[in-house]
């Protein structure tokens, strides 16, 4: 057991993870040498930003026992409201941002109360908030599609938030942010109340409630902690892509949650770290964007991906299957 | 009529999002009360994006100068084939004189076509129209013949490919959204016959490779990959957003023997032009890329000429067209068959009045 | 009498650290009702799941019709013709009766279900068993009563020789009891052999011919039920040997004042009326046999459960508990009787488990002072003597009595006045029971108050200084620990209305 140990203090999933990372890395860049380029690194980037916010805020939501499957229509939705607003109304662009984030903890207090108030199972209530934010992306957006400004109209400043660009060198800064969450979030789940509780009511509901936990309160902490952070990975996917269509985001928070699993968070509640979440998220954005580097039809770069969740979650039920015996 | 501004209504309900096309056929009601406007339903594709926005402001200039009255609605997204078949009841339960529709899925509208046809409504298909309806239930179709719309993409590049063959192997990227709608799949595979036909006919060798569906019906490129002197790689993303377009689209553009880009239709060329936001590889003297459709995202690449041109349908015309089939066909005229044409856009033409009107944001 | 059908001889069960049967007898006839009596943990369940085949057995044989046998599963013991009613109803409510008796052994014609033939075949056992329900209804519109007929009913379908009842009257209505009986005495005119578990003297008066008694996993005695009286019963279940010197009178002084006052509490059909009173100082004892209601009433108390009606009194001021957030702030603690579902958090660390009810303590801010809590954390595992490497330990992997002084530190830390024990010491292996109980004691010096729940006669006599004794969800008796002994409070624990 103790020559173990630090492998046992980072845990193991996390070594794993991590080996599985460098392993992709190392295949990719063997497969085709233009995947080893600095632009790749950046497109790699480019995906890394959304799933990450996502997939920190979806952790919490996950580590209660729960989940959010609104956080993939969510996102495009607070991007098509925010950048509506911006592009056809003229309101300021730090404006827009704003509105679109808050729009994520709206709907996360809508969830948190749903599931934690009205006790809906939550894979239920997200689901339908996943339909309700789908249908509002749209009736926002008056139906249109929403490009946020670009290149050089006014109001492209905020895509330099993610992508600075110093002379003709593009700066994948966006990665500051996503380390900046990471510890912060980090910090939350470890060293304060907040986290303790989530993770206490996500390993045994009823032990918290009977410690005198107000569990409500904490439930729907953990789910506007989710809708805040997709209101983010709006941000970030209206920053890095290019005009944003009503009607996407469908099968976004699956990659959320496939990469929050793969990096460690329990499917049952109560296990799981940020940091592991972070390490999922990269070998989710590292497969989307490896894959076609190794001309794998689309089709096949689906199943890959099931195939890599498929183990990740095996590893999770093997561990559950030890904590409760 | 009250049950017709219900079943509108209904409609209305059923198609989230398509808020502007129905706001004011509710106000033009009252006249219609003494008058009995002539009234016809439209079941689109969608409203996701501007296109359809243009399609609309052509049918409606058009129903104003005819005097009748149009109700237009649309799914979601293109993959909400069973929202759009549930509008299509709707506009059947309206009797209106005739119905245009863009089928999503041809055999997911089987029923609702047949109840249209019991019920002796005819159909003018649209924009991709209806393909594989039963006999006699689309009366004429109006839309861009997109076969031919890809063929006028691979002219288009030609032009300015045509230079850059001929020492070594060469590459010829193409980017399609989807490999199962027929819009696309048409296009991708005019852009394809017409772009091997014209390598040919200069005594170049092709070949096809990348998705299994456009590499099975291309025809023409009979040459091995390893002797071909160009080869066409067609590339499809697992999803239809932008990201994942792009996400295809950055490998074709890395390699180092690519010389053009073809992007067909809207979001796959996005994916192209911000896939070249870092890369920095498309533009006068690099890559040529082309796109299809427009949009601010497209015409801001056409006019800085990353995009080397693009093209782009006629949605005006095609609005104009359909209203006008409906009013034929519901007239008792024969009808036939429209293309609504389409047009090769680059940064020379862009702002003619000619282009500019069909061009969207 | 009738000839033998089942003999159990020197049946012999261990589990790691229970010696749970201890070479135990028990012998049927065709034709008898044969009660198996014994208090709580007596063994009599692990008896009868030998018996069935769930759990095998260590040591002893069983003859069934004068063969040896030896069931490996319930279908074995089933097709054998041995079947078990249990307490609990295996019904799927959304089934229909016919459904439901053949579940698992459905009738077909080719590969399809052969409904019909479902109802017919259960026509007929409804018939033989004189009582008409109709087989096409759905489960769950059946009252409790008819439900526990179609069990029986699928356990006559199987054709079987001998039938447990394993306390079937608990959900029963007087009526349905008696219709119960009626059919209990057909099925032993048709020869079968039928064992009756049950804690209710009156019934076992009325329907069985024998009593077998067990205690502590051995076999007592058989009696022939006509020629005992009650008291002959119950001197059987408790013996005369008592293990632990019991506590000969209270420490607590008269005049000490009463901490928690509780004033007809109702909640759901296991708490009716319950008042009690417990003073500062005192170890009050909830005694009773199992589903008395005791548990329910200190989750009601607790705020844990709903309550219909009631009043709660802290320190003589009248107080509102609607949740346990209310109770832990009006300084009540509850160890609940099933650690790992409501004690503790199985996958955290025994700092993070004792903190779990006070972390604000612990907080700066938002943030914890994890220092501050290791701190706390090792203090109370000096104190309660747990047994872990360090306190970052997972409490998963602590044995049961070191998880229940986790749980105790956890109480401990917020300094509750009043502490509810619940069963405090079920699965804890002897040595740490005395430490617990040490423990308890010591609280109740430092002036804490408990409520202990216990279904071990001993506990009880050896730790309570006042015993109140519930049966059916009713206080049947409040007992001076002067007064108490094992006969008076079984008697108020079989004390129904």
Redesign the interface.
Known sequence: MNNNSIIKKIGMQKVITLGILLLLLIFFSLANPTFRKYTTFLSLMGYTYYIAFMAIGVTFPLLTGGVDLSVGTGLICYALAGGYLVVYKGWPVWLGLLIAVLFGVVIGLFNGFAVAVLDLPPFLATLCTCMITRGLGSICSNGTGVPWPNGSAEGAWFRNLFRLKVGGVSIPIGIIWVVLAVVIMSIVLNHTRTGRYVLSIGSNKEAAKLCGINVVRYQITAYVISGFFAGLAGIAFAASFATIQPGLGAGFELDAIGAAIIGGVSTAGGYGTVTGTILGVLIMSLLKTGLPYIDLQANWQQIIIGIVLIVAVMIDIIRSRRVSA | MKKKLFAGLLTVALA?????GCGNSGSDDKKSGSDKKMSFEIVSK?????Y??AVYKGAKAKADELGVEINMVGP??E??VADQVQMLNSAINAQPPAIGLAALDTDACLDGIQSAMDANIPIIGFDSGVPDAPEGAVYANAATDNYAAGKVAAEGMYKGIKDKIGNGKVRIGEVNQDATSESITQRGLGFIDKMVELLKADGYKVCVV???FYVGKAKGADAKEADADVIIEV?????T???AC???A??VL???DTIAIFGSN??SA??I???N????VCGPDKIVAVGFDS???LK?AVT?QTLFGAVTQAPVSIGENLVQLLYDVSNGKDVKDVDTGCQWYNYQNITDEEIAQNLY? | MGEVILTMKGIDKSFPGVHALNHVDLEIQKGEVHALMGENGAGKSTLMKVLTGIYSKDEGTIYFEGKEVSFSNPKEAQTAGIVIVHQELNMMGHLTVAQNIFAGREFRKGSFIDDQKMIEESNKIFKRMNINIDPTETMSNLTVGKQQMCEIAKAISHDCKVIIFDEPSAALTESEIQELFKIIRDLKKQGMGIVYISHRMDEIKVITDRVTVMRDGTYVGTIITEESTKDDIINMMVGRVIYEDPKTKSNVPKDAPVVLKVEHLNAGKMVKDVSFELHKGEILGFSGLMGAGRTETARALFGADVKESGDIFINGKKVVINNPMDAVKNGIGYLSEDRKRFGIVTGKSVAENTTMATLEKYCKGPFINKKKEKKTAKEYVKRLATKTPNTEQLVVNLSGGNQQKVVIAKWLVRDCDVLIFDEPTRGIDVGAKSEIYHLMNELVEEGKSIIMISSEMTEILRMSDRIVVMCEGRKTAEINIEDASQESIMHAATLRD
């Open positions: 989230v999002g398509m808020l502007t969608g409203f996701q994006s501007t359809w926005q979601n997204t993959s909400d990348g998705n299994d590339a499809v993303p697992a999803e957003t932008t990201s792009q996400q295809v950055e490998p890395q390699k180092s809207q979001v996005e994916g032009v911000n896939a936001e870092t890369l920095k949009g601010s995202v801001a800085d944001d």
